[in-house]
Nanobody, 127 residues
Framework: QVQLVESGGGLVQAGGSLRLSCAAS????????MGWFRQAPGKEREFVAA???????TYSDSVKGRFTISRDNAKNTLYLQMNSLKPEDTAVYYC?????????????????????WGQGAQVTVSS
């Protein structure tokens, strides 16, 4: 059974930092595209960052320069380092992984391209 489990969320003041982790089990995702999305109350789920199998990262404009996506293939774990947090970063953060391994070095920014999802981790940034 494939599972993605996020951890590391919490309450932080504006300007602070948090690191989210997404531990995968049931299969290896070292060659899959993995990403982070977030959803604020009353809003649609939005793309945050994604990492291709080569290690290259893609970020939304709203987090570029502040967030860093990384992964440890040996631990089958994806990370999201979030610095200089703002109140508008408040949301439930989800990690996701594709089912298919792609031959080319691609990333995806839309949720429908991902098959596996974690349960979400709440991040709240106070002003």
């Amino acid at each position: 059974q494939v599972q993605l489990v996020e951890s590391g969320g919490g309450l932080v003041q504006a300007g602070g930092s948090l690191r989210l982790s997404c531990a995968a089990s049931g299969r290896s995702f070292s060659n899959n595209v993995m990403g982070w999305f977030r959803q604020a109350p009353g809003k649609e789920r939005e793309f945050v960052a994604a990492r291709a199998k080569s290690g290259s990262g893609t970020y939304s404009d709203s987090v570029k320069g502040r967030f860093t996506i990384s992964r440890d293939n040996a631990k089958n774990t994806l990370y999201l380092q979030m610095n200089s947090l703002k109140p508008e970063d408040t949301a439930v953060y989800y990690c996701a992984a594709t089912d298919v391994v792609f031959a080319t070095d691609v990333v995806f920014t839309i949720p429908s391209r991902y098959k596996y999802w974690g349960q979400g981790a709440q991040v709240t940034v106070s002003s």
